[in-house]
């Protein structure tokens, strides 16, 4: 029998009749409008995921072989997306290590994403999401990921991209949260980042830059069978010989 629920979460592999929207206060900043912010699907209603989470994971298992594989994987701040965590550490082939400024168990590692101790290209895949934003030297956490990441390797990163702006928004005026929170969106974020400008960002410290869209990929369908829109890219990064 045909299934008729709207939507899929590759999360919990369930289909559901809706997800349940962001909830109130989560709005993100005027006058900044954001890719990847499904503000009437944010978040599934059986497991939790946020739709970034079900949009790394529908990358990951069917775009990648990273759940077959022997390859190692360094997962920056994995908090922020516990369903990712939660799928790679159970999966034998990996070596996954995570780290955290905080870690808040003890498989998580504590570290600097500016100044990483592990040794020149150690992983094939890195996965930083939404933490650049929070970092005030941003090409110096890049280019941390950038060396420990192996010739061949790549990885996602993500943060809160406005689609309106010319150039990213910066001002070291701002320090208190209750500022930054009026002027980012968030109590941690240091800049919301310009699209354009992110890719140079990212360029500039050695990586090629690849925008991966369902919508654009696949279909509209796809994409919105997942909560996703087509304003929501990954920006998948690689490391080329
Ligand atoms: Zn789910």
Partial sequence: MENTSSYYCPCCKNHVSQFIPWPAGSFEPQPFQLENWNLETGICSICMAMDRERLYVWFIERETDLLRANVSVLHIDPEREKHVKNRMSTCANLHYVCGDSKPLDPW????????????????????????????????????????????????????????????????????????????????????????????????SVGFRVELYNIAERYS????????????????IVHKDA
């Avoid at 702006?165 to 980012?184: H, K, L, N």
Wanted: aromatic residues 10%; charged residues 30%; glycine residues 6%.
């Fill in 108 to 203: 998580t590692k504590g570290l600097d994403a500016t100044n990483l101790y592990f040794g020149d290209q150690a992983f094939d895949v890195v996965l930083c999401s939404h933490i650049l934003e929070n970092i005030p030297d941003d090409r110096k956490a890049m280019r941390e990921f950038y060396r420990v990441m192996k010739v061949g390797g790549w990885g996602i990163m993500q943060v809160p991209l406005a689609t309106n702006v010319e150039t990213s928004f910066e001002d070291e005026q701002v320090v208190t949260p209750e500022d930054r929170i009026r002027a980012y969106g968030h109590q941690d974020r240091v800049r919301v980042y310009a699209k354009e400008d992110y890719i140079q960002r990212l360029e």
């Fill in 220 to 235: 509209i369908e796809e994409a919105c069978k997942l909560g996703l829109s087509k304003e929501d890219n990954l920006y």
